[in-house]
């Protein structure tokens, strides 16, 4: 047995004698003090702990059976504290059944619309964009090597237009949506006096933080396009202006950064910038009639 062997050997011995002592711990919430038991507790997470930072990563894998007793520990811990707060609580299931009786009860009937707006205040939705989801298991296409075929003669024929403008569109979702933040923050930029706008002011929603992030993409394909301009303020934070076409020509390739965003950072922001509503708004989905409209207004500023 080489020493690796050994010492998970050893490890899983002390696992057991902790998991024993916690087993009798168990058996005796109630006559022992809250105080004693506690202290016997946190010894155990303790001892617990000091045994899981021995040895290495390489080590676990190789003997499982040590993860299993660690969590088994950890289960067995979390249970006899339930049993310990539960036995020394003054938490009453008559009290609590007569607080909700008088909650509801209003002249001999029983009105539970107060307690379901009391739940409706706890409970709420998680936001989701699509964007976010990415691929999600989709595998790697093979590539296969295809043969170079002879050029066919092209035969002109007679042009055929699409019945509806949607179905021309239809697979275009994601450049509609650029081109709707790319309008607003040009009508932004010249409300502005076409001044740099600081760029987390301008991507931040203080109400959602999905749609923080869901800006922060779409920027990211502005300034992949050349649409706009990224680059350090006075104060050091990022900020963004339009880009215009002498700097796309002079220079064609962007370059990349990494903005690290998270939800400290956005609170940090929003006090920084005084941020009390979002300045940018994408819709989750674009219809028929919006394309339209939108076609137009391209075709009128052409």
């Given at each position: 047995?080489?020493?690796?062997?050994?010492?998970?050997?050893?490890?899983?011995?002390?696992y057991?004698?902790?998991?024993?002592?916690?087993?009798?711990?168990?058996?005796?919430?109630?006559?022992?003090?809250?105080?004693?038991?506690?202290?016997?507790?946190?010894?155990?997470?303790?001892?617990?702990?000091?045994?899981?930072?021995?040895?290495?990563?390489?080590?676990?894998?190789?003997?499982?059976?040590?993860?299993?007793?660690?969590?088994?520990?950890?289960?067995?811990?979390?249970?006899?504290?339930?049993?310990?707060?539960?036995?020394?609580?003054?938490?009453?299931?008559?009290?609590?059944?007569?607080?909700?009786?008088?909650?509801?009860?209003?002249?001999?009937?029983?009105?539970?619309?107060?307690?379901?707006?009391?739940?409706?205040?706890?409970?709420?939705?998680?936001?989701?964009?699509?964007?976010?989801?990415?691929?999600?298991?989709?595998?790697?296409?093979?590539?296969?090597?295809?043969?170079?075929?002879?050029?066919?003669?092209?035969?002109?024929?007679?042009?055929?237009?699409?019945?509806?403008?949607?179905?021309?569109k239809?697979?275009?979702?994601?450049?509609?949506?650029?081109?709707?933040?790319?309008?607003?923050?040009?009508?932004?930029?010249?409300?502005?006096?076409?001044?740099p706008i600081?760029?987390?002011?301008?991507?931040?929603?203080?109400?959602?933080?999905?749609?923080?992030?869901?800006?922060?993409?779409?920027?990211?394909?502005?300034?992949?396009?050349?649409?706009?301009?990224?680059?350090?303020?006075?104060?050091?934070?990022p900020?963004?202006?339009?880009?215009?076409?002498?700097?796309?020509?002079?220079?064609?390739?962007?370059?990349?950064?990494?903005c690290?965003?998270?939800?400290?950072?956005?609170?940090?922001?929003?006090?920084?910038?005084?941020?009390?509503?979002?300045?940018?708004?994408?819709?989750?989905?674009?219809d028929?009639?919006?394309?339209?409209?939108?076609?137009?207004?391209?075709?009128?500023?052409?």
């Open positions: 047995m080489n020493q690796s062997a050994t010492q998970s050997t050893d490890r899983k011995q002390r057991k004698i902790l998991y024993d002592d916690l087993t009798n711990l168990h058996n005796t919430i109630g006559v022992r003090m809250v105080s004693e038991t506690c202290r016997a507790v946190r010894n155990i997470i303790q001892t617990c702990d000091d045994i899981h930072r021995e040895g290495s990563i390489g080590d676990k894998l190789e003997n499982p059976s040590e993860v299993v007793i660690d969590a088994q520990i950890i289960k067995s811990t979390h249970e006899s504290i339930s049993k310990l707060l539960l036995a020394n609580s003054e938490f009453n299931d008559g009290i609590y059944q007569n607080a909700i009786s008088a909650l509801i009860s209003h002249n001999d009937t029983e009105d539970w619309r107060d307690i379901t707006r009391m739940a409706i205040r706890c409970c709420s939705t998680v936001a989701t964009k699509s964007s976010m989801l990415g691929a999600i298991d989709i595998e790697p296409k093979e590539r296969v090597v295809k043969e170079r075929q002879q050029r066919k003669r092209t035969v002109l024929s007679q042009e055929q237009r699409p019945e509806t403008i949607n179905q021309l239809r697979d275009d979702r994601g450049a509609e949506k650029v081109n709707i933040l790319l309008k607003q923050v040009s009508d932004l930029f010249r409300a502005n006096n076409r001044q600081p760029y987390y002011q301008l991507i931040i929603d203080p109400h959602n933080f999905m749609n923080t992030v869901e800006n922060a993409f779409q920027m990211a394909f502005l300034a992949r396009d050349g649409n706009i301009a990224i680059e350090s303020g006075i104060d050091g934070n900020q963004v202006r339009l880009a215009s076409k002498d700097e796309i020509e002079m220079h064609p390739d962007t370059s990349q950064s990494i690290s965003l998270n939800m400290d950072l956005c609170a940090r922001m929003i006090d920084l910038y005084d941020i009390k509503e979002a300045m940018l708004y994408v819709p989750t989905d674009i028929e009639e919006t394309q339209l409209e939108q076609i137009e207004e391209e075709g009128e500023s052409d």
